[in-house]
């Protein structure tokens, strides 16, 4: 029957209408997590960019006072792991070198991290406004079958109307 058909109609609508609710919500979220993450990812950039220029300042420091082995330890260090495999080279450096050299290592890596998890927040940004997209299109597709229903109850009344007009007893 029609009725039947119309409430199956309003029921996957309404079904479609919750699914892109809560996606749209997914979609703000998100969104909102990746503009905390770039804001993080700055002020990482930033505290990474001030420790490399301390860091400057005691390379230079040590290369005016001709201390250019630890120099090149220095420079070859890229990662915790780099600089673990230099330490015996390392045991020549005061701790306060190491404590700067470690701290931009750090940062170096708390950018990268941060970096990465940025990019992963947006692929799945870009898989829930696919989500909302196609939802919406199947919403749309809703609504148009369901008025198109609604219009051909609509002619069949007039239809009906019209008959029982000429088949009215003058």
Known sequence: SIKSEVKAIDAQLESVTEQYNITNMR???TRASIAQAEQEIASLNSTLHERKDILGKRIRELYKSGNADILEVITECKTMDDLMVNVDSITRISGNDVSIIVSVISAREDVEIARGN???????????????????????GELQRRQSVMAGVEAEVNALLTEAANNAPS
């Not at 940025?118 to 799945?124: F, H, M, R």
């Not at 940004?125 to 299109?137: H, N, P």
Request: hydrophobic share 40%; proline share 0%.
């Open 27 to 29: 979609v703000e979220q």
């Open 118 to 140: 940025l990019e992963v927040q947006k692929a799945e940004l870009d898989t829930a406004v696919a989500d909302l997209e196609r939802q919406q299109s199947q919403i749309e």
